[in-house]
């Protein structure tokens, strides 16, 4: 195993002095189709997403690779932009990811506290379903595809209605889905087959904010509190009407809850390293 190659894209960019918020993916969806809308939405925010490998702009992945090497190829992102300047000296610097990105964010407090600010973890679980479940996904993928999961994808993803009501939203995910590289996929899902840090949660520092969907099946609300109760500085809250991808459902909301969340932790004094 090795830390995999990340691309990211700036979605928005507030200048110099703004807070810059770097977004993960879910497993399936590009950071483009996920964020847009809730990049957009956040005005004086700064916005670098990255893709998960072989989504979006990110290469396909030639091996294993473990949550915790996520965590630190999105470390390696960070350290990149301030080496290029696009974060600068004093910049806030937050975190937000939602699902296997949520995941990665967890990591992220654990082994790269130092590096953020704040995080957001969304959809998310410190485990998230169970290790033979992701398996045979990994298989069924590996072997036919990621349009074996297309179905299935979709009716976990969203919300009632939103396809409906959003369907240029909706079909640009499902299109991320279906381009991604299935190997690729296949891996993501052996990572989150063998995640778990529900044991460890005391050990993130960073203070932290996990949102759920109200319609969430995969990761619900009790998965966020279990989350915010373990962690050292964590809240919760509930997004109504959504369910697995609450930064495209609700993207109005979403900007709310995290420029509210982080701009309540602007100069924070207790934040380990600040």
């Not at 915010?228 to 997004?239: I, L, M, R």
Request: aromatic residues 6%.
């Amino acid at each position: 195993m090795s830390v995999p190659v990340l691309k990211a894209s700036m979605l928005s960019n507030a200048g110099a002095h703004a807070p810059v918020l770097i977004a993960g993916p879910s497993l399936g969806t590009s950071a483009a189709a996920l964020w847009s809308s809730t990049a957009a939405a956040l005005e004086n925010y700064t916005v670098i997403a990255w893709d998960l490998p072989g989504h979006g702009a990110s290469p396909a992945a030639t091996e294993p690779f473990t949550i915790a090497e996520l965590a630190d190829a999105v470390a390696g992102i960070v350290s990149s932009a301030r080496t290029a300047a696009d974060i600068g000296p004093g910049q806030p610097v937050y975190y937000a990811g939602v699902s296997l990105g949520g995941a990665v964010g967890l990591q992220l407090g654990l082994d790269h506290g130092g590096d953020f600010d704040g995080l957001a973890i969304m959809c998310s679980g410190a485990k998230i379903g169970e290790p033979a479940g992701w398996t045979e996904r990994a298989e069924t993928v590996r072997s036919q595809g990621t349009p074996a999961v297309l179905i299935g994808s979709a009716q976990r993803w969203f919300a009632p209605g939103f396809i409906e009501r959003s369907p240029e939203a909706s079909a640009a995910l499902l299109h991320s889905l279906q381009d991604a590289d299935r190997f690729s996929y296949a891996y993501c899902c052996q990572a989150l087959a063998g995640f778990d840090v529900r044991e460890k949660l005391g050990d993130i520092a960073v203070p932290l904010l996990a949102v759920a969907g109200a319609a969430d099946e995969v990761t619900p609300p009790s998965f966020a509190e279990l989350i915010a109760e373990g962690a050292s500085h964590g809240t919760s809250a509930v997004v109504a009407g959504a369910a697995h991808l609450v930064p495209a459902e609700k993207p109005a909301e979403t900007a709310d809850l995290l420029g509210n969340f982080f701009g309540s932790l602007s100069g924070a004094a207790h934040l380990e390293g600040k």
